[in-house]
């Protein structure tokens, strides 16, 4: 069984698809965005299987997405914003190498720009994006463990961090 060198989570607009493929180029390895495995499933972008299937399909097929990239995929890998809120999906990620990439609001606000094709910060986007950090940052910190503050960083600066733990605690399992 392969395992990820690397779990990326935290929320939207962290930078986890841009961190984790200057990563994985680092490394040497491939970089994989459990979204992407999502669409490649369905046949189409996420925004199309929220509005069209709901949010509970989305998150299905994420589950399953995610479990079959814990199993097989040996590069770096990011999660989806909202994977780690399925308890199987939580369970699956313990002993894993998994870092939080931790943003605050108005860095993730800017990030995200007016959420085109996030299906779920239609009407008040920073209202949305503040209830989203309140409730998954928890969560985040719970399964990682590492975290990585990314406000006022770009991209290549918060890869180099993420770099300097792996490298420096390959074998060390720290919990914050």
Do not use: C, W
């Not at 060198?5 to 965005?33: I, P």
């Amino acid at each position: 069984m392969t395992a990820p060198l690397l779990v990326l989570v935290g929320s939207m607009g962290a930078g986890k698809t841009t961190v984790g493929g200057l990563v994985a180029t680092a490394l040497g390895v491939e970089f994989l965005d459990t979204d992407q495995l999502v669409e490649a499933t369905a046949g189409k972008p996420v925004a199309e299987i929220f509005v069209d299937d709901g949010e509970d399909h989305f998150r299905e097929l994420e589950r399953i997405a995610v479990a079959a990239a814990l199993s097989s995929h040996g590069g770096v890998l990011a999660l989806g914003g909202g994977a780690v809120l399925d308890e199987s999906t939580r369970a699956l990620l313990d002993g894993h190498q998994v870092v939080f990439l931790q943003v605050g609001l108005s860095d993730a606000a800017s990030r995200v720009g007016l959420g085109v094709s996030r299906p779920l910060l239609l009407g008040n986007v920073r209202g949305r994006i503040k209830q989203l950090l309140d409730e998954r940052t928890p969560i985040y910190a719970a399964v990682a463990r590492h975290t990585v503050p990314t406000d006022g960083l770009d991209a290549a600066e918060v890869a180099d961090l993420v770099l300097a733990l792996v490298q420096d605690g390959e074998h060390v399992h720290q919990h914050d």
